[in-house]
């Protein structure tokens, strides 16, 4: 859905809402809440049920609307909103994702939660800066994750021969091609659209280097694309796709990542969502499997996560339950238990995160670090030109488009905003 048509949708779907005295559904049970997430895989279903639990406990029903696919359940909530039958809670992307939903008056704020729990003292800034908007808080933070990880087998390194972790974007060529005379699968990819978005973020971030990254993504700078050093690193992003396996089209992104635990491939660049996988599947980070944030001890932290936002809803049953769900899902004991689940690091830095796994451990002690973070592309870009950006990337990964054309499709994309 364009930016235009969302606008539209909304406004019709408020006047219908509006003009049918829209009162809600009837509420059978007590903090009776449903909600709308995308958290379909092994990994995430264990996680989501630890929200759910948590809730439960404080008194709460919880409904699970779950719907596979981040882009499919964004647009199942919207329409469920401009339709007048809203879920209490949706889950969205730490982004603008949810920004036209605001400017159309469409979400409760919850600023009581807010204050009670003093989130604007215990939230890193790039999470505060995307859910306070107008100094009301819009959305509900679960989650840190980041996006940028690389994942291996420690079977498959062993087996390529490959003594430690690569340093720079040539070593890491260089393990893959140990990977490949081995025999193995290099790199364990999926083939979707948001799955190539995500290399490309991390490839920019990791070699084009956090100056390139924020010049495309905060400053939209229309003519960095044309420059060699940008088109350099096209290339390179280009040639990670010599290196994944003919099944990688369409791949969900946890089957890739079931290469790296089984050992079939040796390394995913992905998300920390895939700790998850290898909790479901009992491996434990540094025994079966390795994890680095980047190369070398300076790399950049891409900083993403997930929030949930909570519809306008008439019916008071509905606030109270919004109002619950905001504070269980930040509270120390759910953001511990969820996390080990989730692979996520805490939104909230006075817990303690002892018992996380090492990788989570790496990723709280680099968010320390200020001068590593980057905010994620979502947190920077409208929707809009997220997607046009994403249909750039696709076609170049997917097609023999030269990097001249490809670099001139994204300064277009810019151009257009
Ligand atoms: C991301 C989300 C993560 C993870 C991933 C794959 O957008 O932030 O929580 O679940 O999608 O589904």
Known sequence: MTK??????????????????????AQAQANRAEVLHWWTSGGESAAVKELANAYTKAGGTWVDAAIAGGEQARAAAVNRMVGGTPPTAAQFNTSKQFLDLIDQGMLANVDVVAAQNHWDQILPAPILNSIRIKGHFYAVP?????????????????????????????????????????????????????????????????????????????????????????????????KLHNYVDAGSPNRNWNDATAMVI?????????GDWAKGEFATAHQTAGKEFGCFPGFGPKSPYLVAGDVFVFPKNADPSQVKSQQLLATVFTSPATQ??????????????????????????????????????????????????????????????NTNESVDDAAKAIAAALKNG
Request: glycine share 8%.
């Open 4 to 25: 235009k048509t969302t606008r539209m949708a909304l406004a019709l779907g408020l006047a219908f809402g509006a003009a049918m005295g829209f009162q809600g559904p």
């Open 142 to 238: 679960v989650d840190i994750h980041m996006p940028a990880w690389f994942w291996y087998s420690k079977a498959a390194f062993a087996k390529a021969g490959i003594k430690d972790e690569p340093k720079s974007a040539d070593e890491f060529f260089a393990d893959l091609d140990k990977l490949k005379a081995a025999g193995l699968v290099p790199l364990a990819f999926g083939g979707q659209p948001w799955q190539e978005k995500i290399t490309f973020y991390a490839w920019l971030a990791h070699v084009g280097g956090p100056d390139m990254y924020m010049k495309l993504y905060r400053d939209k700078d229309v003519n960095l694309p044309g420059t060699p050093q940008f088109k350099a690193l096209l290339a390179s992003f280009k």
């Open 262 to 270: 089984s050992g079939k491939a040796g390394v995913q660049v992905m």
């Open 336 to 397: 511990v238990a969820f996390s080990n689940k989730k692979g996520s690091i805490p939104i909230r830095t006075d817990v303690d995160v002892k018992g996380l796994d090492l990788c989570a451990q790496q990723g709280v002690t680099i968010m320390k670090d200020v001068s590593r973070q980057l905010p994620t592309p979502e947190m920077l870009i409208s929707p809009d030109l997220e997607g046009s950006l994403q249909d750039v990337i696709t076609k170049f990964w």
